[in-house]
Every structure is written in structure tokens, then in C-alpha cells.
């Protein structure tokens, strides 16, 4: 494969606390993206996707902050670590939205009510390729149709209260191709939206995906999304990266307890009723100290070692790595 | 928008008739005004004259009706004290007040929103803290009270603006200050709150993430989403001024209907009075449409419904 074209080495995210020692919500999380590829970050409520999704764009803002590691992206210019730029300054501003894009989760709150789509569309054009307001504009219209918005001249000129869900949604992906970014970041893009209009939106990104040739982090809690969407997964939990695969050996063989007893949680695909397996207890929450690792408290393979220490990811074969003390020739204590 | 306009002037001249009737009802309750209206001596024969005089042997209904319709023309009747049509009275003084009102406002607007701003962005440090201070003693100070304060430090100590009287641009300074602090409390409170919210919005996110410079996201998306609740209390607030102008008209001896009310209410001149509150009630029905107007403007949703 080729080379990324962006990277997360070993981040870390803490959140700051005036009275107690600053909480780590993220730890050593390892990820490329490739163009065209899309990864995508698993895990359950509360495990650090969005955060470390937000920190892939440098957004994170006090009292979380990236304490270690780098972001690398791939630039004309070269390599950049984006970890080590000012979050608010204007070189991050430079690369936010022109070679990084976001989409977020809720499309109903995430655009701005008193402006018509168009106008939204059109600001980082101006900002980013400097393009005249008339230009932007037809721009603008044609980001709309690309993202298959019936009517886009009418519809550019609409406020997004007068959009349906799926439609916002639509305009939240032309935002984020509309200067054609090399990284992608879509934050549960389709967890606010209805079923059938999901695996539109689903599809949408990743034809533009492959398409534009841009690499896609896909953030999300459902795996069928996963298996329909990605190449490549990880697996989090309670902060750590428990599991990395293809996405053809996650299915097939889940290495991680805490990945089985998510496929154990699926309904299976031909309909057949079975009795689901739901995972007992819960994520522990982040102010609790846990020593070792994380999922010990849940895991049916528990063994006094997890109580004490927790992993590093280790490769059980080409394409797949896990944390977990279960596969003793790949695991070793985390630095 | 055009049915919205028409809606919203039917209302005004509904609460323009409602006051009326409120302040027929009030008149009615202060009694008979040839009592205090005729020296002591005065024979009933004569009572009975001027209360024909003043068409006030008429039945209740008809009274009610002609104060309304000649309202209704601008004519209020005689001001008792004196004696010459009381709305001009009123008209003559009414620019002053208006001038002192207008200039707390202002004062309160451009010193509110750039306070309420910056506390909204340094929440939690000095800045912050100081904006909230100067709004609890904004709120908390009468303005009589604090109208009083300010002469005796910068016109009796300092000698630095005149107390009283209506020469010049520094005569405005101490009334339109006292006047405008209470106000200028309110707004700056909601200009921080409002902005807090706005700058908490997913929306702004979004173009954070899009990366707007944060001079772009303040005003062009966070101030512009604030604004609604600013100018709405604004609307509010310009009653509250036109009422805390009569305390401080009183107070700085400003020439303006507020002191006009005060000593009309001494001297039991109730067309003065009702031709001050109908002018008042005019005022402040107009800005609201204008205000309502300009947040049905601000706010697209409820612009295209």
C-alpha cells in the first residue's frame, strides 16, 4: 500500500481539571489513512471516537487538549505535524477545510440557521481558493449537484430550516468536499438520520470518497455500517485502540472479547431470530482510575494479568492487531 | 411579511384604545375635578356650570365615547392648569424627552454589547467578573438614587458636568448615563448569555472546522445569531426608559414630559396626564412593531413564514 496521507502516531488527549490530576481520554491512538480508503473508528458511547476525531482536526478546545503524540498530514509542501500548530492560529486555519474536512453527526444543528446553504457553501471557497462571491456561488451550485440535491440553483438560495435531514446532510458533505480536501472526517455522519436515508448518505460519501480520491475516517457505534463502508477498522475502548483489522478479518475472525461481544450483540443479517448477546456491565466512566486494562471488568476471558496491566497492540497476522493479553505471543505491556 | 405588518398595527391600535379606556377608567376614580378645579367659595350653581362646561353631565357611555373619538383626533381637551389644548403641551416637550431617552440608549447599547462580548469570550477571568459587577449595580441602583450620586460626585465635587437644565451636550451627559444604566445592565447581561449560547452552538463548530477566521465567527455568525434576543430587549427596555425618565427628568431638572407628568399628577391636570401616557403608549407601541419587525427580519424562519 501506499503511503498514508494521514497519520495519527501515538496521540494522547487529556482533559484538564483546575483541582484534579488531568484525566486521559485518548491514549497512544495509532491510525493512517489512505487515498480513496476509508478506516473506520468503532466503539461505543463514551470510548473516545469523537474526540479523537476532533483532534485530527486540531478542534479540540480547553479543557481537552492533545498532550502527546503526532498528527502527520501530507501536504504539496510536505509533511506536517498539525499536533504541534497553534489550535486556533492561522496556519490550523489554513489546513482545516481545505485539506482536512468534518462532517458531523446532527446535520439539523450543525448549520447555521440564519444563512442560506449557498452562502455557507461558498465561505470557505472564498476563504480557502479565494474565489469571488459570483464564482463561489456557481461553485457552490454545483457542490449541490454533485452531492445530489434535485433543483440546486433553488435550492442553494434555501435556508437550511427549509431542508429535510437528509438533504442538510447533503450540504454538510459539499461543505466539506467544496475546496477537495485529502482527508475526510465524518463524525457518525448518519446517526441523526433515517434508515432509508442513511445508506444514501452512506453511499454518496463513499463514491466521493473514491472518486475525489480522498482518505475517510468514518466514525461510528453501528458495524453494519462498518462492514458495508470500510476497508480498515479499529476498535475503541474506554480510550485505547483494542483492535485494528481489515475489515474482512474483523467479521471474520473478531480477536478482541470486547469485538466478539459486539458481533455477539448484532441481529444477524438473513433474519434469522436469535437471541442477542448484549455485553454485561458498562464503560467505566472517565473519572474512575482504572489500573490495567479497561474491559477486565466486563471480559469473560478475564485473567489476573488484565487487572494489572494493559496491552500494546500486537499483530496476530498481516492485517490484523489486538490488545489483549488472550494472544500471549502478540501482546507485551504497553511502554 | 405584509399580513404580519398589518396584524402587528392592528395591535398597536388595539393597546392604543386599551390605554385609553384604562386611563378614562382612572380619571373616572379620581373623582369629581370641579372640587379642586373651583376655589372653596365657589356656589353649586357655579359647580354645576363648569361640570357642564367640561361635559361631564353626560351619561358614563357618552363620555367614554367622545374622549375616545376626540383622542382619536388628537384632541385630549384643555389642560386644566393651563388652559389651552394639552396635547400640544405635550408635543413641545416631547423631543426632549425623546433626545434624553434615545442618547441611554445609546449609551447603554455601545457600552452593553462590546462589555457583554468580551465577558461572553473571557468567561470566568477579570473581565468577566468586572462586566458582572457593573451589572448587578446597574440593576440595583435606583435611578434616583444613583442620579443623586452622580451630581454630588462630578457637578458638586468635581464640578465637571452641570447638574441641571437642558444647555448643550454636557447637560445630557449625567441624566442620559443614570438613565441608561439600568438598561445598559440588562443588555450587556443577555449579550453575554446570548453569545455563550451561540458560541456553544454545533453551527459554529461547523465553521470552525471550515477555517473561518475567529473575527468572521464572532460577528458574522455568532453576533448574528445573538441578535435576536439583544434587540428584543431593547425593545423592551425603551418602556423602562420612557418610565425612568420621568424619575430623572425630576431629578436633573431635564424639560422633558416626565417632569411635564410629575407636576401635571400635583396638580391633578388629568388632560396633561393622558395627553403624557397617550404619547407614551404611542412611542412604545411603535418601537415594539419596529423591534418585532426587526427580529422577524434577523430570523429567516420566521421572514419566509
Not at chain 2, 377608567?25 to 373651583?38: E, S
Not at chain 2, 448643550?168 to 448569555?193: H, K, V, Y
Request: proline share 6%.
Amino acid at each position: 500500500m501506499n503511503a498514508p496521507v494521514f497519520q495519527m502516531r501515538n496521540v494522547s488527549i487529556d482533559l484538564d481539571s483546575p483541582k484534579t490530576p488531568a484525566r486521559r481520554i485518548a491514549n497512544g491512538i495509532d491510525l493512517e489513512l489512505h487515498r480513496g480508503k476509508t478506516l473506520a473508528l468503532v466503539g461505543e458511547s463514551g470510548c473516545g471516537k469523537s474526540v479523537t476525531a476532533l483532534s485530527a482536526m486540531n478542534l479540540l478546545s480547553a479543557p481537552l487538549r492533545i498532550s502527546e503524540g503526532s498528527i502527520l498530514l501530507e501536504t504539496e509542501a510536505g509533511r506536517e505535524d498539525i499536533a504541534r500548530l497553534n489550535p486556533s492560529g492561522s496556519q490550523m486555519r489554513a489546513i482545516r477545510g481545505r485539506r482536512i474536512a468534518m462532517i458531523f453527526q446532527d446535520p439539523m444543528t450543525a448549520l447555521d440557521p440564519v444563512y442560506t446553504v449557498g452562502d455557507q457553501i461558498t465561505e470557505s471557497l472564498c476563504q480557502h481558493l479565494g474565489l469571488s462571491r459570483k464564482d463561489a456561488w456557481k461553485r457552490a451550485v454545483e457542490l449541490l449537484r454533485l452531492v445530489g440535491i434535485p433543483a440546486p440553483e433553488q435550492r442553494a438560495r434555501n435556508y437550511p430550516f427549509q431542508l429535510s435531514g437528509g438533504m442538510r446532510q447533503r450540504v454538510m458533505i459539499a461543505i466539506a468536499i467544496a475546496c477537495s480536501p485529502s482527508v475526510l472526517i465524518a463524525d457518525e455522519p448518519t446517526t441523526a438520520l433515517d434508515v432509508t436515508v442513511q445508506a444514501q448518505i452512506l453511499e454518496l460519501l463513499r463514491g466521493l470518497g473514491e472518486d475525489l480520491g480522498m482518505a475517510t475516517l468514518l466514525i461510528t457505534h453501528d458495524l453494519g455500517v462498518v462492514a458495508e463502508n470500510a476497508d480498515e477498522v479499529i476498535v475503541m475502548y474506554r480510550g485505547y485502540v483494542v483492535e485494528k483489522a481489515g475489515v474482512d478479518a474483523l467479521f471474520d475472525n473478531p480477536a478482541h472479547p470486547y469485538t466478539q461481544g459486539l458481533m455477539a450483540s448484532l441481529p444477524p443479517a438473513d433474519g434469522e431470530r436469535i437471541e442477542l448477546t448484549p455485553i454485561p456491565g458498562q464503560v467505566p466512566a472517565i473519572t474512575e482510575d482504572i489500573v490495567g486494562c479497561p474491559f477486565a471488568s466486563r471480559c469473560p476471558h478475564v485473567m489476573p494479568k488484565c487487572g494489572e496491566t494493559m496491552p500494546a497492540l500486537g499483530a496476530i497476522s498481516s492485517e490484523q492487531s489486538v490488545a489483549c493479553w488472550l494472544y500471549p505471543a502478540a501482546a507485551e505491556a504497553r511502554p | 411579511m405584509l399580513t404580519y405588518l398589518a396584524r402587528r398595527s392592528l395591535l398597536v391600535i388595539v393597546t392604543i384604545t386599551g390605554v385609553m379606556t384604562i386611563l378614562f377608567g382612572l380619571q373616572k376614580l379620581a373623582g369629581d375635578p370641579t372640587i379642586f378645579l373651583l376655589p372653596p367659595e365657589a356656589t353649586e350653581t357655579e359647580r354645576l356650570n363648569l361640570l357642564r362646561q367640561l361635559g361631564l353631565d353626560r351619561p358614563l357611555i357618552i363620555q367614554y365615547i367622545s374622549f375616545l373619538t376626540n383622542a382619536a383626533t388628537g384632541n385630549i381637551g384643555l389642560s386644566w392648569k393651563y388652559n389651552q389644548p394639552a396635547l400640544p403641551i405635550v408635543l413641545e416637550a416631547f423631543p426632549a424627552t425623546i433626545l434624553l431617552a434615545t442618547s441611554a440608549l445609546a449609551f447603554s447599547i455601545l457600552t452593553a454589547v462590546p462589555l457583554g462580548i468580551l465577558a461572553a469570550l473571557r468567561r470566568d477571568t477579570w473581565v468577566d467578573t468586572f462586566a458582572s459587577g457593573i451589572a448587578v449595580i446597574g440593576q440595583a441602583m435606583p435611578v434616583y438614587w444613583s442620579g443623586l450620586l452622580f451630581i454630588l460626585l462630578f457637578s458638586t465635587t468635581l464640578r465637571w458636568l452641570p447638574s441641571m437644565g437642558s444647555e448643550g451636550w454636557l447637560a445630557l451627559i449625567l441624566p442620559a448615563i443614570t438613565l441608561g444604566l439600568n438598561t445598559m445592565a440588562r443588555i450587556m447581561r443577555i449579550t453575554r448569555s446570548s453569545m455563550l449560547d451561540v458560541l456553544g452552538q454545533d453551527y459554529v463548530r461547523t465553521v470552525r472546522a471550515k477555517g473561518i477566521p475567529e473575527y468572521t465567527i464572532l460577528f458574522k455568525h455568532g453576533l448574528r445569531n445573538a441578535a435576536v434576543p439583544i434587540v428584543a430587549l431593547i425593545g423592551l427596555q425603551l418602556g423602562g426608559l420612557l418610565g425612568g425618565a420621568v424619575l430623572i427628568e425630576t431629578v436633573f431638572s431635564w424639560p422633558g414630559v416626565g417632569r411635564l407628568a410629575v407636576n401635571a399628577v400635583y396638580s391633578r391636570d388629568f388632560p396633561l396626564v393622558q395627553s403624557v401616557a397617550l404619547m407614551v403608549t404611542i412611542t412604545f407601541s411603535l418601537v415594539n412593531m419596529f423591534v418585532d419587525v426587526l427580529c422577524a427580519m434577523l430570523n429567516p424562519q420566521i421572514r419566509l413564514n
